[in-house]
């Protein structure tokens, strides 16, 4: 059963697609519409869940399910997949381009491909004062702490000491 995201425990499972490009306001509510029916639907075990979701900076999608009484199987996870996998497709979004990452600079948010990251950075295009999506968080509490992070304090900070010695 779908419920506010702020109703839901800080421990509640946390799952986050990122959209390959920015999502539109028709797109938005769309996603929305179809995001609220499926969470009204999602069951475990044939027993429903308290679920929820949110549209954030309109590019990711976050959706959340709490777990303490109705432990959710692998088949409520795929369920929840081919629910955005449908979305997706009626969208013409991608939510499934691991190869992306989701940057905030100057306030603005760009998405850079995996591949060109290092050197962007060694080319000081990207700043060390810029912020990451940290999109492998798994609980609801962590959004608040956890999602946004500076790139120096990410993955990527390895590119920043070598940019060091270069």
């Known amino acids: 059963m779908y419920k506010d995201l702020k109703?839901?425990?800080?421990?509640?499972?946390?799952?986050?697609?990122?959209?390959?490009?920015?999502i539109s306001e028709s797109e938005k509510i769309k996603l929305?519409?179809?995001l609220k029916d499926f969470c009204h639907n999602w069951t475990s075990h044939d027993k429903p869940l308290e679920t929820s979701f949110a549209?954030?900076?309109?590019?990711?999608?976050?959706?959340c399910a709490n777990d303490a009484e109705?432990?959710?199987?692998?088949?409520?996870?795929?369920?929840s997949v081919k629910a955005i996998k449908t979305l997706?497709?009626?969208?013409n979004l991608d939510f499934f381009r691991r190869d992306l990452v989701a940057i905030i600079e100057d306030k603005q948010i760009g998405l850079y491909p995996t591949t060109e990251i290092k050197n962007r950075i060694m080319n000081e295009t990207i700043?060390?004062?810029?912020?990451?999506?940290?999109?492998?968080i798994r609980h609801k509490d962590d959004i608040?702490?956890?999602?946004?992070?500076?790139?120096?304090?990410?993955?990527?900070?390895?590119?920043f000491a070598n940019q060091m010695y270069s």
């Open 7 to 22: 109703e839901l425990p800080d421990n509640s499972k946390l799952w986050i697609f990122q959209a390959d490009r920015i």
């Open 32 to 34: 929305e519409l179809g």
């Open 55 to 63: 549209v954030m900076h309109n590019l990711f999608i976050l959706l």
């Open 70 to 79: 109705n432990p959710i199987g692998g088949c409520s996870i795929d369920t």
């Open 88 to 91: 997706q497709s009626q969208n």
């Open 127 to 136: 700043s060390d004062e810029a912020l990451v999506f940290n999109n492998a």
């Open 144 to 159: 608040d702490t956890n999602w946004i992070k500076p790139i120096k304090e990410s993955w990527m900070a390895k590119y």
